[in-house]
C-alpha cells in the first residue's frame, strides 16, 4: 500500500510541475480543446430527429427578402434564404433525403430569419443573434422532399453561431 501510495504522490507532484511549467496561453488552449471535445461527446450523444441533419456550416450568400409576401411572415421583413457550404457533417438522424459532405453548398430557408429575432420576434427566447456572410454556425437541418420537386427543401429553425 506504500509503494501505491508513493506512486501516486510522485505521479501527482510530476503532473503539478509540468502544469506550472505551463504558460497561460497553454492551459487556455487544453481547456479549449477539453471543452470542445465535452462539448462534441454531449452533440454525439444527443439523438438527431428524422428528416434531420446536424451540421457545421458557413453563410456564402444571402438573398433579399421575398417582396410582396404574406406581412406576417417574417420573411417578408428579413432576408430568409441563404447558400451555405457544410464544413462538417455532426450526424443524421432517419430518412434525411440526401447525402452531406464538407464543402457541399446548398440553399437553405432560415424559417426565423438570418436578422437577429430580438426585436423581429422579441418571443423567441432565446434570442437568436442574427447570421451575415461568412457567419459559422451549428444546426439542424431539416431535408424535405416536395411534391413535384426532386432536390429536398432544406429548413434551419435554430442555429449556435461559432
Excluded: W
Excluded at 28 to 34: E, K, L, P
Excluded at 87 to 110: E, N, W
Aim: proline letters at 7%; hydrophobic letters at 35%.
Amino acid at each position: 500500500m506504500k509503494l501505491i501510495t508513493i506512486c501516486f504522490s510522485t505521479l501527482l507532484s510530476g503532473l503539478l510541475l509540468i502544469d506550472c511549467g505551463a504558460s497561460k496561453e497553454e492551459r487556455d488552449r487544453a481547456d479549449s480543446t477539453r471543452i470542445a471535445n465535452e462539448r462534441t461527446v454531449i452533440l454525439a450523444s444527443t439523438p438527431i430527429p428524422p428528416n434531420h441533419c446536424r451540421v457545421v456550416a458557413t453563410i456564402l450568400s444571402i438573398e433579399k427578402p421575398v417582396e410582396g409576401s404574406n406581412g406576417k411572415d417574417p420573411c417578408s421583413k428579413a432576408p430568409c434564404l441563404a447558400t451555405v457550404r457544410i464544413d462538417s457533417l455532426l450526424g443524421y438522424g432517419s430518412a434525411f433525403p440526401s447525402t452531406m459532405s464538407p464543402g457541399k453548398r446548398i440553399q437553405v430557408k432560415f424559417a426565423l430569419t438570418l436578422n437577429s429575432t430580438k426585436e423581429l420576434l422579441p418571443e423567441i427566447m432565446p434570442a437568436l443573434p442574427g447570421l451575415s456572410v461568412g457567419s459559422r454556425f451549428e444546426a439542424l437541418i431539416n431535408g424535405n422532399i416536395e411534391m413535384g420537386k426532386t432536390e429536398p427543401v432544406y429548413t434551419i429553425h435554430g442555429y449556435e453561431k461559432h
